[in-house]
């Protein structure tokens, strides 16, 4: 594989896997911001939103400090033998989910608390049960949601620059993903190459929004209305 | 698991008010919770089903769902509930909707069939449209018949006409009715509408600020004069009558009840020998020492005074009267009824204006 080719498929790997695990994560973590009446829902909630308005930097030289050898998350890594992860695949896939976090949540969330609790209420009373009713009713009814919300989180992934920048370096096959490639070659005055990796990110996502608007019709998630 | 009957206690502190609540109630037919809203009716349906935990105790024939120790979920309660909005599911058609709870209850507890509840609710036409394409008696229609679908032991309704415009309701009235003679299953009814009670229930609770002021078989209990809250004017008896005789000339025909005849308009499908339930309001009798024939009114009835008590209405007395079997409330002025000495025991004769047929 070139390396312009290795650098386009790390970089979708790494979206691949932060938008799985984020749907994952994140779905619960909506849901209850959604429904509890928890004190805890508006710190939580803030914190969750926190990536959107810190510098990218800022985020990454916090996870860097955390992740480090010597650092409180660090130290768990390696007792647990996983070593650390900072310049590793591995420390990136961690940085994007905590940096793509709200992409992922406030579209779910929105289309969560659209979701009448009657609807729920009738459910029960036809005898479905809690999850029976989330996979019934919860899940058909936030589908355009769940759409908004993959195709934000995969599409804001392939886009970070700056976290990665702090925290996986730049190492070819490793770390070296698609927005880093690019700087590299402004840098380098390698204007050609830069052009075709940067506009093909930029044909990239006009396509990506494009389908997103007409699957969606109208999209209801939280980022874009 | 023995004993039929419901029995539901509740007790329980909300916000603004208390909810406290201790009832046996027969598990058959229709039962009606009444009362103005903001009385609780709403809140002890919930209770009921377990969509509003409460502590309590709920029972329906032996079953319990709910004690001191435990309590059912929703899920797991073999009851089915009509809410005031039809919330029918907007991700799925009529079909899917119906076959929601159909496909959740086991095979062997079935005990109303998919075309069945289809045809009772005359949704034929309509299985395969969505929500959206729907009308709102059409969307309530569909919803009573996914809730039946589930076979439930007890039909609870929160008001399930009151969303609906006039047209809609004379619409599903007669499907109402219809369910309540074919099924076995008893109903809870939470109205406050006098109209729609005295059309659906046999036995009415009636309800003010969270406790029971009244309970008991509907004639009964609407002819009560101790009512804690005014019907104000709705106020007003239930006869059950039989249809007896035709006046093809006038348009009339005759009613008999125990006690008494009434005429009432005719109206296509009053058959001869079909029993009716009357509706006779108090504001609509009056009350005369001997019989009048020189005046308009046509049903002019004997009946001796039972009761009297003062009305909520200052200057207003409310009247219990029996005829026959037959108990009748009529309306008068304090003054009107110390000015003919009514007592308790006095004969009397009732002018009654209007009476109408809800049944």
Redesign the interface.
């Known amino acids: 594989m070139s390396p312009e080719w290795q650098t386009v498929w790390l970089t979708l790997k790494l979206a691949g896997i932060t938008t799985l695990t984020l749907l994952l994560v994140g779905t619960p973590l909506a849901w209850w911001l959604a429904r509890s009446q928890h004190w805890l829902r508006q710190p939580v909630f803030a914190l969750v939103a926190l990536p959107l308005v810190l510098p990218p930097t800022v985020l990454g030289f916090y996870l860097l400090l955390l992740l480090a050898p010597d650092g409180a998350l660090g130290q768990l890594t390696q007792s647990l033998g996983l070593g650390t992860l900072p310049f590793t695949f591995e420390g990136l896939v961690v940085a994007s989910i905590i940096y793509s976090l709200p992409f992922t949540v406030q579209p779910l969330h929105n289309a969560f608390i659209t979701i009448?609790e009657?609807?729920l209420?009738?459910?029960?009373?036809?005898?479905?049960?809690?999850r029976?009713r989330f996979l019934?009713?919860v899940l058909?009814?936030a589908r355009p949601g769940f759409l908004t919300a993959a195709v934000l989180t995969f599409a804001h992934t392939i886009g970070e620059f700056g976290v990665v920048l702090m925290i996986g370096g730049n190492i070819p096959g490793e770390t070296r993903v698609l927005s880093v490639a690019i700087y590299d070659h402004v840098e380098a005055l390698e204007y050609t190459q830069a052009h075709w990796l940067a506009g093909g990110m930029l044909l990239f996502a006009f396509l990506v929004l494009v389908g997103l608007y007409s699957i969606n019709g109208r999209v209801t998630g939280g980022v874009i209305r | 698991m023995t004993g039929t009957g419901i029995v539901a206690r509740f007790r329980c502190d909300f916000d603004n008010f208390r909810l406290d609540v201790a009832l046996t109630l027969p598990a058959q037919g229709v039962i009606a919770l009444f009362g103005h809203s903001g009385c609780g009716k709403t809140t002890l349906l919930r209770c009921m089903a377990g969509l509003q935990p409460a502590e309590g105790h709920m029972e329906v024939n032996g079953h319990r769902w709910q004690d001191a120790h435990q309590s059912l979920p929703v899920h797991r309660r073999p009851l089915a509930y009509v809410f005031q909005e039809p919330s029918l599911f907007p991700h799925l058609s009529v079909r899917g909707n119906l076959n929601y709870g159909w496909r959740r209850v086991p095979r062997d507890q079935r005990r109303i069939g998919f075309d069945q509840a289809v045809a009772w609710l005359g949704l034929a036409g309509l299985l395969e449209r969505m929500p959206a394409q729907l009308s709102g008696g059409e969307r309530q229609r569909v919803a009573i018949a996914r809730a039946l679908l589930t076979s439930p032991q007890l039909l609870l309704m929160d008001e399930p006409l009151s969303a609906l415009d006039r047209q809609s309701k004379q619409d599903i009235l007669p499907y109402l009715e219809n369910l309540h003679r074919t099924l076995a299953i008893p109903v809870i009814y939470v109205s406050h509408s006098t109209a729609e009670v005295a059309r659906l229930a046999d036995h009415v609770v009636m309800m003010d600020n969270g406790r029971v002021v009244a309970e008991g078989p509907l004639q009964e209990t609407l002819a009560r004069t101790d009512q804690p809250f005014a019907l104000e004017e709705d106020a007003g008896v239930i006869v059950n009558a039989t249809i007896r005789q035709h006046d093809a000339h006038w348009h009339l025909c005759r009613a008999e009840f125990q006690g008494g005849s009434l005429w009432v308009r005719d109206e296509p499908g009053l058959a001869v020998d079909r029993p009716v339930r009357l509706q006779v309001l108090a504001r609509d009798i009056s009350l005369a020492l001997a019989p009048n024939h020189d005046q308009s009114i046509q049903n002019l009835i004997p009946a001796r005074v039972t009761g009297i008590a003062a009305d909520q209405v200052p200057g207003t007395s409310l009247v219990r009267l029996a005829a026959g079997g037959t108990p009748f409330l009529a309306r008068l002025t304090s003054r009107a009824a110390h000015q003919l000495q009514l007592t308790e025991g006095k004969d009397v004769w009732m002018q009654i204006k209007t009476v109408a047929i809800v049944d």
């Open positions: 009448q009657r609807l209420e009738v459910a029960a009373t036809l005898r479905a049960s809690p029976d019934t009713v058909p009814l």
